[in-house]
């Protein structure tokens, strides 16, 4: 662990500033060697940033710039950390790095600082999963749940239950222990009126589908026969004239993807080629992709004419529609012909009438799909990695195990094995009993220099 490791710490390209970060035991002495402070009163202050040159090998300056030293333990790996801000771009940050390996430093692995962070228990496993979640959070309630895990939510939620769970235990094995002094059926009781109440806290907190939401967004497809208004109510949503709107029916041919932000969710939102039978063979593929797109779609908005009786494919959609549906009774500015009657006799999916010429229920619409979309409010301890919730869901069945062990007469021994199981699960969340598999899999997902 003694190797000095170095790495840029910003994005590529051009931008204001490039820093480079350097941390181990050599960190302050590469540092002098490549950083000439404008005034020797300031020399190496741990904490300070100190404006001066950076210099190549034969003391030529490289880049007018800007260094701090860290000195550990009160530092980001809790080893010596040094930061060299040059100006932007890579040429300068690059002459630099070049420099600090020259000098003894090793190029840094893709998130070899949080994980020593992490071997150097500065923060737990689920805390080092936050900060890489925070770099690639897409949208402001994304980055609201990282920072909260950030700040300790999971780590406190997975202390919390496992807390609750060890004094569970502990009852279960005064009851085995001590026969004559705990009553055994009071003891299974209270057991499993704990692990119930635990496997529900932890079934909160790992809701699978509202942190795929959170993670990468929701999708919204927008369906409907050729000619009805999809193209122009993508438009109406991006608020851009971004797909192609003709008067011809089949204009649409391929699935258009474009981000949308919905109440800080970041949603991607899908317009598809009109659902008809066709011979046109592009067409065609075309109907098949947006055939496949609005299933897997988590919202799929159905588009009526409302001008134009419903024909049989509006009707087939309509039957098809389930709870992920939304009908737009669109161009209600142009005629009447379809009712909501006509609709709620097909579907009870929500109907909302729309004209994306005029504008008219546009604004309902986005508060429908921000309803829809937005996953349920994020709290503290909220788990969004996919690794988080798997632990939780298996911890949780290993609980209800336990329950069934309880229930069914087992001797309580059986019970606590599936409780001491789910606590394992549980430990690993944060890290505590992680193999290096499992460590090396969370930190190979990292950018460098983070
Ligand atoms: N009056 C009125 N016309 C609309 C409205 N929405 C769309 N239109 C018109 O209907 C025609 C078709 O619109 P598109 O948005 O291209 O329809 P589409 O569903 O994408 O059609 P395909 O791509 O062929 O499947 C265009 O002439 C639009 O201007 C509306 O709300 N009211
Ligand atoms: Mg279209």
């Known amino acids: 662990m003694s190797e000095t490791i170095a790495a840029i710490a910003t994005a590529t390209g051009a931008g204001g500033i490039a820093i480079v970060r350097v941390s181990g035991d050599e960190a302050e002495a590469i540092l002098k060697q490549i950083f000439i402070p404008a ?9 300070r940033l100190t404006y001066g040159r950076a210099v190549d090998a034969r003391g030529d ?29 890579r040429v300068s940050a690059g ?54 895990q950030l700040e300790g939510g999971v780590s406190g939620f997975v202390r919390e239950v496992s807390d609750e769970l060890k004094g569970l235990l502990a009852l279960l094995e005064a009851s085995t ?12 009781q209270d057991v499993t009126e704990g692990l119930r109440r635990v496997i529900q806290k932890i079934e909160a907190k790992s809701d699978a589908r509202g942190a795929r939401l959170l993670r990468e967004g929701a999708s ?40 949308i932000s919905l109440g800080g969710v970041v949603a991607e939102l899908s317009d598809t080629a009109g ?41 087939a959609l309509l039957k098809g529609a389930d709870d992920r549906t939304v009908v737009c009774l669109n161009k209600r500015d142009a005629g009447q012909a379809v009712t909501r009657k006509a609709i709620a006799a097909l579907t009870p999916a929500m109907v909302l009438e729309t004209s994306a010429l005029t504008g008219r229920g546009i604004p309902e619409l986005v508060a429908e799909l921000e309803k829809r979309v937005s996953a349920q409010q994020e709290s503290a301890g909220q788990m969004t990695a996919l690794r988080h919730i798997e632990l939780a869901h298996r911890a949780a069945d290993h609980l209800r195990q336990a329950v069934e062990a309880v229930e069914g007469g087992l001797p309580l021994d059986t019970a606590a094995i599936d409780i001491r199981a789910a606590l394992s699960d549980l430990s690993e969340i944060t890290g505590e009993n992680a193999t290096e598999e499992v460590i090396d899999r969370v930190f190979r997902d990292f950018c460098v220099g983070k």
């Open 275 to 315: 659902r008809r039978d066709t011979q046109d063979p592009i067409e065609r593929i075309g109907v098949d992709r947006a055939q496949r797109a609005a299933e897997g779609a988590d919202v799929v908005l159905i588009v009526i004419d409302a001008a134009e009786p419903l024909d049989a494919s509006d009707e």
């Open 220 to 259: 919204i497809v927008l369906a409907g026969r050729p000619n009805v208004g999809k193209s122009s109510l993508m438009n109406a949503l991006l608020n851009q004239e971004r797909a192609i709107v003709t008067d011809i029916p089949g204009t649409t041919r391929d699935v258009l993807t474009e981000r």
């Open 61 to 89: 300056t490289l880049d007018e710039v800007m260094a701090v030293i860290m000195r550990g333990p009160a530092s980001y790996t809790r080893e010596d950390v040094a930061e060299i801000h040059c100006h932007g771009g």
């Open 177 to 188: 222990d001590f026969p004559e002094e705990v009553e055994e059926e009071v003891a299974a």
């Open 39 to 47: 005034t020797r009163r300031e020399y190496f202050e741990s904490n």
């Open 95 to 148: 002459a630099v790095l070049s420099r600090a390996l020259e000098l003894g430093a090793r190029m840094a692995e893709p998130g070899e600082f949080t994980k020593r962070a992490f071997l150097n228990h500065r923060i737990d496993l689920a805390r080092a999963e936050a900060v890489m979640q925070l770099i690639g959070a897409h949208g402001a309630a994304a980055a609201r749940a990282s920072v909260r």
